[in-house]
């Protein structure tokens, strides 16, 4: 029979244990070994729970406090030396402070610059490397968590990031080339798969993702120079594990690799298949990720089962394993916890422990059993119902989109002529200050929302609390001087799920939260049907806080792009046709907001970069419809209604000519941690409209000093004119406190007027 399998399951907890133990324990309430506790114990239950669900053998080590490539970088001592001293006070604390930044003890570091992890929602921690970085095995974690495991009884396979994919992956801070250090990570890697070995594992899976991308010649030399040192080390069978698409032209090279199994995603690309067949050596074993490890909805067992026939017949059982697509990390833990959601549309879906079930009934099939073959027939039957459900399809929207124009992308004048009729209509001071939109979520708001939503708290009681909360907000940004003003956000749970909310087509559920980074999670909301806007979402909110104040007040919007990445998204439409439905709701917000007076609209599009496919061929076809999707939103508003974007962790270099075809009036985006770097490519390019870069990091609890934010300022009028540039923090403060919001704020304001001052002395 096919062994079942997986490369990865959701580190969080079912009720987000992880990080409420995390955040004690940064908060000092809870030791470093009441935390270890809390993980040991997450991970006993994970690996019962697939057990339970059926599967063969678990994975170990692909647990982490905060993200899986920080790990790999101190497990190796890839330690930027400013932080070496933390960690001989404790490894968690250097640990922690590589995540997040550290400002105590005589020490202020910034955190590691993180970045999108490919094209998901996750974000790693980049590792800092150098020309003649050494490295050396500095850790046990991968033998530790592999013993537990098997002392608990399970057959375990321990996972760890390639060492390509690693290099690949990280930043060299001198430009020297990254895979030029192979040769000193490789001992390191040869001296854990012994320790491994000599712990008792049969097989280690190696994750070299980037084996996925396009790769030059010296990426493509590395794979083959690693993996001939790591095949003659003695130690574990490898199986080397890609995901997120096709190996493509990069197929033969893994293929080749002396390793004794490959994983592909037949999800993304179920194309692959007989070419990978065709390529595997008569000993390699096949992992077919067959379930999607990144969305919610079961599988579709008339094309599973197809393809796993197919493999049957080839390799046989013995080299057939199957497994999810990539790990389950993506996806929540269990569908059972959600109770309140409609049987009849959690008949469709399927969590991490679903998919694990769903794997071993596929094994059961492919092994001759009647009732798992029945089984997986109900289920097709099931789906295929569900797609002619009331609510999938509305023919309005459906209309709608058919009728679509290219006027309807268009803004009324070029940005020149806006731009001119905005500073007079905004008379707006240089270097103008703002926020990204949201100020902290206070334990009181939260508390206040769960109340109302359980029925506690009375909707006026409600509605009176959130009025006070942004008169407060409002009242502290005109305090310290900001010139243009935000209402807070403080009646959003998310910048997605409080807009899906109030569109028919999402549902939600109350425990599928899923990890972003570190403690930081999110709840995605899902995607079932077509996208109708029956009401306007924001407008009562920001009409209010405008009425408060004589200051100009952003509309805040999350994008379209962002509302597709951030969700669920159905998967009987092409995600470009929903994205579109997604933007025409939208716009019918944003000509709201302006007929109700307001004078900047913020249309956030964080996810632009993150959807980008992994292959360049792909690019231009996904960049067309995406930002096509932006100007539907903002298209069509008068020249003095000045539109806003925010973009973070973008990387924005090969994307540039898209993001200035969005032809928003300002973009905001994070530089902080790159110390201004990303406005490289604003430069070489010569973007002509306003940009915002962060002047400081709102991902960390530290408060950057008034001249740290004055240099960055000025190394952006280095590149940037005085006309261009705005003041604000590099992404919204929903998660911060309001002592660190406030002193930052204020640092913030009192740079650009120290600048102000300084160019009107100049002038």
């Given at each position: 029979?096919?062994?079942v399998?997986?490369?990865g399951?959701?580190?969080i907890?079912?009720?987000?244990?992880?990080?409420?133990a995390l955040?004690s324990?940064w908060?000092g309430?809870i030791?470093a070994?009441?935390?270890q506790d809390?993980?040991?114990?997450?991970r006993?239950?994970?690996?019962?729970l697939?057990?339970?669900?059926g599967?063969?053998?678990?994975p170990?080590?692909?647990?982490?406090?905060?993200?899986?490539?920080l790990?790999t970088?101190?497990?190796?001592?890839?330690?930027?030396d400013r932080y070496?001293?933390?960690?001989?006070?404790?490894?968690l604390?250097?640990?922690f402070?590589?995540?997040?930044?550290?400002?105590?003890?005589g020490?202020?570091?910034?955190?590691?610059?993180?970045?999108k992890?490919?094209?998901?929602?996750?974000h790693y921690l980049?590792?800092?490397l150098?020309?003649?970085?050494q490295?050396?095995?500095?850790?046990?974690?991968p033998?530790?968590?592999?013993?537990?495991?098997r002392?608990?009884g399970?057959?375990?396979r321990p996972?760890?990031?390639?060492?390509?994919?690693?290099?690949l992956?990280?930043?060299?801070?001198?430009?020297?080339d990254r895979?030029a250090?192979?040769?000193?990570l490789?001992p390191?890697?040869?001296?854990?798969?012994g320790?491994?070995?000599?712990?008792?594992?049969?097989?280690?899976?190696?994750?070299?993702?980037?084996?996925v991308?396009?790769?030059d010649?010296?990426?493509?030399?590395?794979?083959?120079?690693?993996?001939?040192?790591?095949?003659t080390?003695g130690?574990?069978k490898?199986?080397?594990a890609?995901y997120f698409g096709?190996?493509g032209d990069?197929?033969q090279?893994?293929a080749s690799?002396?390793?004794?199994?490959?994983?592909v995603?037949l999800v993304?690309a179920p194309g692959?298949?007989?070419?990978?067949?065709d390529?595997l050596?008569p000993?390699q074993?096949l992992?077919?990720?067959?379930i999607?490890?990144?969305?919610?909805?079961?599988?579709r067992p008339?094309?599973?089962?197809?393809?796993l026939?197919?493999a049957?017949?080839r390799?046989g059982?013995?080299r057939?394993?199957?497994a999810p697509?990539?790990?389950?990390?993506?996806?929540p833990?269990?569908?059972?916890?959600?109770t309140a959601?409609?049987p009849?549309?959690?008949?469709?879906?399927?969590?991490?422990?679903?998919k694990?079930?769903e794997?071993?009934?596929?094994?059961?099939?492919?092994?001759?059993?009647?009732?798992?073959?029945?089984?997986?027939?109900?289920?097709?039957?099931?789906l295929?119902?569900?797609?002619?459900?009331?609510?999938?399809?509305?023919?309005?929207v459906?209309?709608?989109?058919r009728?679509?124009?290219?006027?309807?992308?268009?803004?009324?004048?070029?940005?020149?002529?806006?731009h001119a009729a905005q500073a007079e209509?905004?008379?707006?001071?240089?270097?103008?200050?703002?926020?990204i939109?949201?100020f902290?979520?206070?334990?009181?708001l939260?508390?206040?929302r769960?109340?109302h939503?359980?029925?506690k708290?009375?909707?006026?009681?409600?509605?009176?609390l959130?009025?006070?909360?942004?008169?407060?907000?409002?009242?502290?940004?005109e305090?310290?001087?900001?010139?243009?003003?935000?209402?807070?956000e403080p009646e959003r749970n998310?910048?997605?799920?409080?807009?899906?909310?109030q569109?028919?087509?999402?549902?939600?559920?109350?425990?599928g939260?899923?990890?972003?980074y570190?403690?930081?999670?999110?709840?995605?909301?899902?995607?079932?049907g077509?996208?109708v806007r029956?009401?306007p979402?924001?407008?009562?909110w920001?009409s209010?806080?405008?009425?408060?104040?004589?200051?100009?007040?952003?509309?805040?919007?999350?994008?379209?792009?962002?509302m597709?990445?951030?969700?669920?998204?159905?998967?009987?439409?092409?995600?470009?046709?929903?994205c579109?439905?997604?933007?025409?709701?939208?716009?019918?917000?944003?000509?709201?907001?302006?007929?109700a007076?307001?004078q900047?609209?913020?249309?956030d599009?964080?996810?632009l970069?993150?959807?980008?496919?992994l292959?360049?061929a792909?690019?231009?076809?996904?960049?067309?419809?995406?930002?096509?999707c932006?100007r539907?939103?903002?298209?069509?508003v008068?020249?003095?209604?000045?539109?806003?974007t925010?973009?973070?962790?973008?990387?924005?270099?090969d994307?540039i000519e898209?993001v200035a075809?969005?032809?928003?009036?300002?973009?905001?985006?994070?530089t902080?941690?790159?110390?201004?770097?990303?406005?490289?490519?604003?430069?070489?390019?010569r973007?002509p409209?306003?940009?915002?870069?962060?002047?400081?990091d709102?991902h960390?609890p530290?408060?950057p000093?008034?001249?740290?934010?004055l240099?960055?300022?000025?190394k952006?009028?280095?590149v940037?004119?005085?006309?261009?540039?705005w003041?604000?923090p590099?992404?919204?403060l929903?998660?911060?406190?309001?002592?660190?919001?406030?002193?930052?704020?204020?640092?913030?304001v009192?740079?650009?007027r120290q600048?102000r001052?300084?160019?009107?002395?100049?002038?």
């Open positions: 029979m096919s062994q399998t997986y490369s399951f959701p580190r907890g079912l009720k987000r244990e992880l990080k409420r955040e324990h908060r309430e030791t070994d009441a935390l809390t993980a040991r114990e997450l006993q239950r994970h690996w019962q697939a057990s339970s669900a599967v063969d053998v678990v170990c080590n692909d647990f982490s406090l905060y993200d899986h490539v790990d970088a101190v497990l190796f001592d890839a330690i930027p070496r001293p933390v960690f001989e006070s404790g490894h604390d250097g640990y402070a590589m995540a997040r930044g550290h400002k105590r003890n020490h202020d570091l910034h955190a590691l610059e993180m970045t992890w490919f094209d998901t929602n996750y980049v590792p800092e150098q020309a003649g970085q490295f050396r095995l500095a850790g046990d974690k033998v530790a968590e592999f013993l537990q495991a002392a608990l399970h057959q375990a996972v760890l990031l390639g060492p390509v994919s690693f290099l992956l990280a930043k060299a801070v001198d430009g020297s895979l250090l192979l040769d000193a490789l390191a890697y040869v001296e854990l798969l320790k491994l070995t000599a712990a008792g594992a049969t097989w280690v899976q190696l994750d070299e993702p980037c084996l991308l396009d790769l010649d010296e990426a493509r030399a590395a794979y083959r120079r690693a993996y001939a040192a790591l095949a080390a130690g574990p490898i199986l080397l890609s096709a190996l990069n197929l090279l893994a690799l002396p390793v004794d199994g490959l994983h995603d993304r692959q298949l007989d070419t990978v067949l390529a050596s000993t074993v992992s077919a990720g067959v999607d490890g990144r969305n919610i909805w079961r599988s008339d094309k599973v089962l197809a393809l026939r197919k049957q017949s390799i059982d013995e057939l394993w199957l697509s990539c790990s389950l990390q993506h996806v833990i269990d569908l059972e916890a959600e959601l409609d009849a549309r959690c008949a469709s879906m399927a969590f991490a422990r679903q694990l079930e794997l071993r009934t596929y094994a059961d099939a492919l092994a001759g059993q009647a009732e798992a073959t029945a089984a997986l027939a109900a289920q097709q039957a099931l295929d119902a569900q797609a002619q459900s009331a609510g999938v399809v509305d023919a309005g459906r209309a709608r989109l009728t679509l124009s290219p006027q309807i992308a268009l803004r009324r004048s070029a940005y020149a002529t806006r209509t905004l008379n707006l001071p240089p270097l103008p200050t703002t926020t939109g949201s902290p979520q206070t334990d009181d939260r508390k206040a769960a109340a939503r359980g029925g708290l009375s909707d006026v009681a409600y509605d009176d959130l009025k006070s909360e942004i008169a407060r907000v409002v009242r502290f940004q305090a310290i001087g900001l010139d243009v003003l935000v209402h807070g998310d910048m997605v799920e409080y807009f899906g909310e569109m028919d087509g999402y549902l939600f559920t109350k425990l939260w899923v990890q972003s570190g403690s930081r999670c999110v709840k995605p909301p899902v995607i079932w077509d996208i029956p009401a979402m924001t407008v009562a920001s209010y806080a405008q009425s408060l104040t004589s200051k100009p007040m952003k509309g805040m919007l999350t994008g379209p792009v962002t597709l990445q951030w969700s669920f998204v159905r998967d009987d439409l092409p995600r470009e046709t929903v579109r439905q997604i933007a025409l709701a939208l716009r019918d917000e944003v000509h709201d907001l302006e007929a007076g307001i900047l609209i913020q249309i599009e964080p996810a970069r993150e959807g980008l496919p292959r360049r792909e690019w231009p076809h996904y960049l067309a419809w995406a930002v096509e932006f539907i939103t903002a298209g069509g008068r020249d003095t209604t000045q539109i806003h925010h973009m973070c962790y973008s990387e924005f270099n994307i898209a075809a969005m032809d928003a009036d300002v973009i905001s985006i994070e902080s941690r790159s110390r201004m770097e990303l406005l490289d490519a604003f430069v070489r390019f973007y409209n306003g940009i915002g870069p962060g002047v400081y709102i960390s530290r408060v000093d008034p001249a740290e934010m240099e960055l300022l000025r952006a009028l280095d940037l004119s005085v006309e261009q540039l003041v604000n590099d992404c919204g929903k998660t911060r406190g309001w002592p660190e919001v406030e002193a930052a704020l204020r640092g913030m009192g740079c650009a600048l001052g300084e160019l009107a002395e100049k002038a």
